[in-house]
């Protein structure tokens, strides 16, 4: 038997907090990026070694019986193979090695977070007014290839002559020149993002600049940011390895891991242990961060959120 069109269906009622409820969303950027990025159990793992080697490099210092700068008066404990007193051995001068390569991780590591936070602000900074800001894009763009045509070791050694070497030193000449690559990156994706449709519809109602940087190009960016603010860390203890070995990096009273790399050079045939610690922790530093920074910028960019 057919049933009559009121009998089939029947009209539901309005109700403004149930369309509201059911039209809310739970959506959060930050939250959908630690999601995507926990999803990679290998870039979680590196994290957790990153973190571990950082807290260890305290933990070493304390629970180690020498001072990194306790010089051992008996000269036969020069070159003393690592073993249950020194689990390290000692140098040349018969300095502890384990106290010395975990106070250099941290010198290094310091060195690293700081130059990459610089280079990230700076060149976050100055690229987001190199892509907007029509009348200065031909300036910045001739001071950037200024800059980046000059090798950086010609920079280098001229702040090493005429400054002087020291940590802030390096630090801050590393941030002035480093920033490049990131405001270029920046730079370009301001330039892709900026005439969009939003964005025009934004400047005619009057929303200023900041504004529109930060809340409609600026998520775009994150991702680039994020890799480049990885990438960084390792590269910086890349670099201050090489200026170090060739004598253009701390001063030698400051042990880094690549001042400990320098001295190794000239004993490690014989005693390859000088060249092996350090030489490990400089690479684990850099594929975790590597591994982590690629990871991550994924997990950021919001084309690979649903």
């Not at 309005?14 to 369309?19: F, I, K, P, Q, T």
């Not at 995507?36 to 933990?59: D, E, P, Q």
């Not at 020069?78 to 941290?106: H, I, K, M």
């Not at 090493?160 to 390096?170: D, E, I, K, P, T």
């Amino acid at each position: 038997m057919s049933k009559s069109q009121d009998e089939l269906f029947r009209v539901v009622e309005y109700s403004a907090e149930a369309a509201e409820r059911i039209g809310y969303s739970d959506y959060s950027y930050w939250k959908s990026v630690f999601q995507n990025f926990l999803k990679k159990k290998s870039a979680v793992v590196m994290t957790c070694i990153f973190f571990g080697l950082v807290i260890f490099s305290f933990v070493a210092l304390m629970i180690g019986k020498f001072d990194y700068q306790h010089l051992v008066s008996e000269s036969s404990l020069a070159f003393t193979a690592p073993n249950s007193e020194f689990w390290f051995g000692t140098d040349n001068l018969g300095r502890d090695y384990w106290c010395q390569v975990w106070y250099a991780a941290q010198v290094s590591i310091k060195l690293a977070l700081i130059v990459a936070a610089g280079e990230c602000i700076l060149g976050v900074t100055i690229g987001c007014i190199w892509g907007y800001v029509r009348s200065m894009d031909r300036i910045l763009t001739e001071v950037y290839n200024v800059i980046n045509n000059i090798p950086m070791i010609i920079y280098m050694t001229l702040i090493a002559l005429v400054v002087g070497q020291s940590f802030r030193n390096m630090a801050v000449s590393m941030i002035c020149i480093g920033w490049l690559t990131m405001a270029r990156n920046v730079r370009n994706l301001v330039l892709m993002y900026r005439d969009r449709e939003y964005n025009l519809a934004s400047r005619c109602l009057g929303t200023p600049v900041w504004r529109v940087l930060v809340k409609n190009i600026f998520p775009y960016l994150i991702s680039v940011v994020i890799l480049r603010l990885a990438l960084s860390i390792p590269q910086t203890i890349a670099l201050e390895s090489t200026l170090s070995y060739l004598g253009l990096g701390l001063d030698i009273n400051t042990p880094s891991l690549g001042i400990l790399l320098r001295n190794a050079r000239n004993y490690f045939l014989n005693y390859p242990y000088l060249l092996l610690f350090p030489a490990v922790i400089v690479s684990m530093i850099t594929v975790t961060f590597y591994l982590v920074g690629n990871a991550f910028s994924d997990a950021a960019d919001p084309r690979n959120h649903v």
